[in-house]
């Protein structure tokens, strides 16, 4: 049976795209309302700042691994959460999250998130399309 279609999506290694921050990979797949970013990042990798998004809501889900950073209204809090496996987070819009470290996973040494994004980023749909 042939899976493959334009609806029909696979994650192998080769579709990961290196990004501008060491140990960081993704592969992005953009819908018209919603955007699905799938992160593979290595262990111990920082590089995520400090940031919020005004116009977009995000939720991403711990695959593997786990992620240790700050969420919250005010930008000064210095409260750090994990998120491990097989757990979510949610950033609405305009919700301060990043200054993050990532926890690498028993067998790849690898944090993989799934970030939805809604509305889709224009800057990564720019990225997807190349």
């Known amino acids: ?53 005004d116009e977009h809501e995000q939720l991403g889900v711990i695959v593997r691994g786990g992620l240790d950073f700050r969420i919250g209204d005010d930008e000064s809090d210095q409260d750090r959460r994990l998120v491990g496996e097989h757990q979510a987070y949610l950033a609405p819009a305009g919700v301060w999250h990043g200054d993050s470290i990532f926890v690498g996973d028993d067998e790849f040494d690898e944090c993989w998130i799934l970030d939805v994004f809604s509305p889709p980023r224009d800057d990564l749909r720019e990225e997807a399309a190349r």
């Open 1 to 53: 049976m042939n899976l493959t279609s334009e609806y029909c999506h696979f994650f192998d290694d080769d579709e990961f795209v290196e990004t501008g921050r060491p140990g960081f990979r993704r592969r992005v797949l953009t819908g018209d309302n919603l955007q699905l970013c799938f992160w593979r990042i290595a262990g111990g990798s920082v590089g995520s700042f400090l940031h919020k998004h």
